[in-house]
């Protein structure tokens, strides 16, 4: 087809890609072991930026580590090589979110720097960088020290990155068009607004809920509309029971906020947990916060005042979900890619 154009601008996955097939090209053994060692990169900024946001109580940093790390859609994500990009583009967004906290909340300008230059190297791993601008964002909608007209101000730095980049990136030819795919959010506004609509429930569900995101390219039209109308009931349903921790609790604010507009430029694509990455992390967060709300700091100054039946059942229930089953099927999801590959 003379409309199909599918190139993507990521230098630095490239490069990792390159030296793979420099140093072992027949060991695939090792391919992967340098994947897994950018998801451990990736889970020890997760660990900084969850200390760093979690105030006293360290037991809820751990929970949300393991929430993060052990989600089955981790799998999908670590086990494909050829998706080692999001890996990359997390590791250096979440340096950058770590770096924009210290430069707001310390007053260090060298850090707001580094933090736009990481901003650069994980758009040059790949364009999901930018759903980490939705973690800086939010937080300066909800926590950050100098308020939040300054800290909107504050995000220029940010922007400034991202069409510098986009220029470059289009200067160069690079883009994706044509295949049904993919789509340009400012050069197809009206079709991304339409798969924004469709799309977004579905990948926040598939986080927090039992749905699974890579259903939606197996389906038919009529079944995809189904599983997005049941994926905004089920949205509505969390909302309504975490209102009250969201309306008391400006962590707990920044999680979801972060995790629902990191899954926004997720939308310029087909549906899949492999993107999930931020959206994972604002997820983890916010349940690790869900849980923590159920577990006052000093129970006697509490006594006789019970959380609500229905946040205390939803937070078993995203537990049982997040903590037990996800872990059991991790494995599975890891080897998502070669049970693809065999019938292919």
């Known amino acids: 087809d ?59 940093v751990v929970l949300a580590l393991l929430l993060y790390a052990l989600d089955d859609a981790r799998g999908v994500t670590v086990g494909w090589l050829a998706n080692r990009n999001a890996l990359l583009a997390t ?71 991202i069409v510098l980049w986009r220029l470059a990136h289009s200067a160069q030819g690079y883009g994706a068009q044509g295949s049904g795919l993919y789509l340009d959010p400012l050069g197809q506004p009206v079709l991304f607004l339409r798969a924004l609509l469709e799309r977004l429930p579905v990948l926040l569900a598939s986080q927090l809920g039992p749905a699974v995101a890579d259903l939606w390219a197996g389906l038919t039209p009529f079944q995809r509309l189904a599983l997005a109308i049941y994926s905004v009931g089920l949205l509505v349903a969390l909302a309504l029971l975490l209102w009250r921790l969201l309306a008391v609790d400006p962590r707990a604010r920044f999680w979801a906020t972060g995790m629902g507009l990191a899954a926004v430029p997720l939308c310029a694509t087909f549906p899949s947990d492999r993107v999930l990455t931020f959206v994972g992390l604002g997820a983890s967060g916010l349940i690790a916060r869900l849980v923590a709300s159920l577990c006052p700091p000093q129970p006697q100054a509490q ?9 205390r059942t939803l937070a078993a229930a995203l537990l049982v979900i997040h903590g037990l089953l996800a872990p059991l099927v991790l494995p599975a999801r890891a080897m998502s890619a070669a049970l693809v590959g065999r019938p292919l």
């Open 2 to 60: 003379d409309e199909l154009r599918a190139s993507f601008w990521r230098p630095l996955s490239s490069l990792t890609h390159w030296i793979d097939y420099q140093l072992w090209p027949r060991l695939p053994l090792l391919m992967h072991a340098q994947s897994i060692a950018w998801h451990l990169l990736v889970l020890l900024a997760a660990l900084a930026l969850y200390r760093r946001l979690a105030g006293r109580r360290r037991w809820v």
């Open 91 to 161: 590791a250096a967004g979440l340096a950058t979110l770590w770096l924009h906290l210290r430069w707001r909340e310390q007053q260090r300008p060298i850090c707001g720097a580094a933090a736009a230059g990481m901003l650069l190297v994980g758009l040059l791993c790949s364009e999901l960088a930018v759903s980490a601008t939705a973690f800086l964002f939010a937080h300066a909608l909800w926590l950050d020290p100098g308020g939040r007209r300054r800290a909107l101000t504050a995000l220029w730095p940010y922007l400034l990155v």
């Open 303 to 311: 006594k006789g005042a019970r959380p609500p039946r229905g946040r």
